[in-house]
């Protein structure tokens, strides 16, 4: 719309027209053909292979420490030394690093490999949908 003020030619617009919203940023454009759309979520997912990897490398330490004869150290619980000529500090730190490996390995991993099984599964899903 145009508005003549005294020989001055002024341009009047709606604020809706030249102003974007956050919303518009953080929604996907509606002119995204499928395949973009599918790319960009294939982006934004995270593969399941780190999933699997750290629970493999929570596994492998626990392995270790297990291996190294860390077990005896959690005896601090009880607030005994695993051994005669261990101090107490020594003891409370191999128990800590046996109990939060072995914590790690039976709770998380099982926890990651789930994780990682389910979001192979919605991966494969969404991929099928072609649209």
């Not at 027209?17 to 982006?43: F, G, H, I, Y």
């Not at 990897?53 to 695993?82: D, K, M, N, Q």
């Not at 390995?105 to 789930?114: D, E, H, W």
Request: glycine share 8%.
């Amino acid at each position: 719309m145009k508005i003549e003020d005294g020989g001055l030619k002024m341009e009047r617009t709606h604020l809706s027209e030249n102003v974007e919203s956050p919303a518009d940023k953080l929604l996907p454009s509606p002119k995204l053909t499928s395949e973009k759309a599918a790319a960009s979520r294939d982006k934004s997912w995270p593969s399941p292979q780190p999933l699997l990897y750290r629970a493999l490398v929570l596994g492998v330490l626990f392995f270790l420490v297990h291996l190294a004869g860390l077990r005896e150290y959690t005896a601090f619980l009880s607030g005994t030394p695993a051994m005669v000529e261990t101090s107490m500090r020594l003891s409370f730190f191999y128990g800590s690093i046996y109990i939060l490996l072995y914590l790690g390995a039976v709770v998380l991993a099982p926890i990651l490999v789930i994780a990682a099984g389910i979001l192979a599964l919605w991966r494969n899903f969404t991929a099928g949908d072609g649209g």
